[in-house]
């Protein structure tokens, strides 16, 4: 059983793997197994308000698609799904009166469902643009975007037209992109910097046949009311503090203007609350680089470098002196400590 790590304190809505057991099985795979090996007891996906590490769900699908040596595995997934697994995600997404407020309701809830490290809603005179990625530490997780991105269209396409919809996926390229242009979009790139889905104005615009103002509003209502609260006291709050970062650990700045009001504080009262605790804001930055790296170093085969700038690290020579400074040794002897 892995013990519990940094990458742990990142979850996900249970219910987004109700359909993967199913799945695997039509492959011949048994995943009790590899659930064990990941500490995860598929009874939890049944559950529409339960949540479960992202990253081991992350391992679970990539092991999945590995086994069954499907690129598509995540993505052709959801077509065993059941219309609100997700729980009030899902079922406000299905009660949008209209494409805007479909728009708008998964900008508002991309959190709830996912812990992300960057989520952005614009609009213009072409639509609706969400822009998306996650925390670097999430080394794996093309088949979870593929399955994601998945309900999400299947969703919007019960509500109108999505045909004009255009989609940009971080995930390289598959080997056959054909499954990916049926399921999810004609207009599809891949190895974009961020995901990004486009929604025409035509989409905004369209009236939902089955929507329901008050089902709608009661979700949007649930999805908050489940948000984790803002902790205030006592380690609490540098939980949260260490949640923030961790989650933006690649920016290479942390301005305390930006961070204060986050937590709905001052600079000075955000600097004082640090204090009080023993550390700063300084002091918890490299503590987490530290985590995280030594999560890189030994857990993935990234390069080097690019730990390196996942870390927000301008230059590999800064990691390397932080490295040595950690764990007294470069960062190259560390990963060959801990495959030894």
Not at 114 to 141: C, N, Q
Request: aromatic letters at 8%; glycine letters at 6%.
């Amino acid at each position: 059983m892995p013990p519990r790590n940094l990458t742990d304190e990142l979850t996900t809505v249970a219910g987004l793997a109700s359909a993967v057991v199913e799945h695997a099985q039509s492959y011949g795979i048994d995943v009790n197994p590899i659930c064990k090996a990941l500490d995860i007891d598929p009874e939890v996906f049944k559950s529409l308000t339960a949540r479960i590490s992202l990253d081991r769900l992350c391992r679970l699908l990539e092991a999945c698609a590995l086994l069954a040596d499907d690129e598509a595995f995540g993505l052709t997934s959801i077509g065993r799904y059941e219309a609100g697994s997700t729980g009030p995600f899902g079922y406000g997404l299905m009660a949008a009166p209209t494409g805007l407020d479909f728009v708008r309701f998964l900008d508002a809830h991309i959190q709830y469902v996912t812990h992300t490290s960057y989520s952005r809603l614009s609009m213009d005179e072409r639509g609706a643009h969400i822009a998306w990625s996650f925390a670097p530490i999430i080394v794996k997780r093309d088949q979870y975007v593929d399955m994601s991105v998945g309900l999400v269209i299947q969703r919007a396409k019960d509500l109108a037209n999505s045909d004009s919809i255009e989609i940009e996926l971080e995930r390289p390229p598959p080997r056959n992109p054909q499954p990916f242009r049926q399921l999810l979009s004609r207009r599809l790139s891949f190895g974009a910097r961020l995901n990004c889905i486009h929604f025409p104005r035509s989409f905004l615009d369209a009236q939902n046949p089955t929507g329901d103002r008050r089902l709608f509003e009661l979700m949007d209502l649930q999805c908050r009311s489940l948000r984790a609260p803002m902790p205030e006291k006592g380690a609490d709050f540098l939980d949260q503090v260490r949640r923030y970062l961790l989650l933006h650990v690649s920016d290479d700045d942390y301005p305390l203007a930006q961070i204060a009001p986050y937590f709905g504080l001052s600079e000075r009262t955000f600097q004082r609350r640090l204090a009080t605790h023993g550390t700063s804001l300084n002091e918890l930055r490299d503590q987490i680089r530290k985590e995280v790296s030594f999560n890189l170093l030994t857990e993935s085969e990234l390069p080097i470098s690019e730990i390196c700038y996942r870390l927000g690290y301008s230059a590999p020579s800064a990691f390397t002196r932080s490295v040595t400074r950690w764990f007294g040794s470069s960062p190259t002897e560390v990963r060959e400590r801990k495959s030894a």
